[in-house]
């Protein structure tokens, strides 16, 4: 399958600060990619469609401002994560869907990143 | 909302088939049914796709019933590593948007 890479795995931080993950598609070109967030024991949560070259949609009750979403190139999204609070510590994921390879019918998944605000 | 609605846990003996069921009464004549799965603290993996035809790949099959409202994904010979939580879910395969439902945790024991 394609493979999508996420950096960095885990990330501490200060509360306050802002972090910044990269999601990254390796062997395919990703017109779409989406960022998901999971607290302990619960589901994937859909927080945004990030499309190439054109602001991201955000899912209902996802703060815009809070989580700045980039994709400047077809193999590269970045999520950052600002003025982090203890509340925003969670799993953060992400997933690639695009053109060409095996990627056409299927959402490949990062390996997630694992955000602790302290 | 998750369009799908699955056992919340189930367990298999190593070695043996495990019969996952998941149904969506709900879904789409052009909604793809899609299988994947999460090991603790990992990504979704990504186990297989049917639209209506019941499909089989090197990891596992899946059969979808003939009005779609319902389908069953097979792993034929489960091993301790196939324990994870599966997600059923159903969406479109034009824009790789999935919403995860509660899945169900398949657990195998020796």
């Known amino acids: 399958g394609a493979v999508v890479s996420q950096h960095p795995s885990w990330v501490i931080c200060k509360s306050g600060t802002s972090v910044k993950i990269e999601c990254r598609s390796l062997d395919f070109q990703a017109t779409t990619m989406f960022w998901y967030r999971q607290f302990p024991k619960q589901s994937l949560m859909l927080m945004a469609t990030?499309?190439?070259?054109?602001?991201?949609?955000?899912e209902q009750g996802v703060e815009k401002d809070k989580f700045l979403i980039n994709h400047a190139s077809l193999t590269l999204s970045t999520l950052t994560v600002t003025s982090a609070h203890p509340e925003d510590s969670s799993f953060y994921i992400c997933s690639a869907a695009g053109t060409g390879g095996n990627s056409d019918t299927e959402a490949f998944f990062g390996q997630g990143t694992r955000l602790t605000v302290v | 909302d998750a369009k799908t609605t699955q056992p919340p846990s189930m367990d298999c003996a190593e070695g043996r088939a495990a019969n996952l069921p998941c149904n969506h009464s709900t879904i789409s004549g052009n909604e793809y049914v899609y299988w994947y799965r999460q090991i603790h603290s990992q990504g979704p993996q990504y186990i297989i796709h049917g639209l209506k035809n019941n499909e089989t790949n090197e990891m596992a099959s899946l059969i979808i019933t003939e009005d779609r409202k319902s389908s069953t994904l097979i792993l034929p010979h489960a091993t301790l590593r196939d324990t994870a939580v599966y997600y059923c879910i159903v969406g479109s395969s034009n824009t790789g948007k999935l919403i995860f439902g509660q899945g169900t945790t398949l657990q195998v024991k020796p």
């Open positions: 990030s499309n190439e070259g054109s602001k991201a949609t955000y």
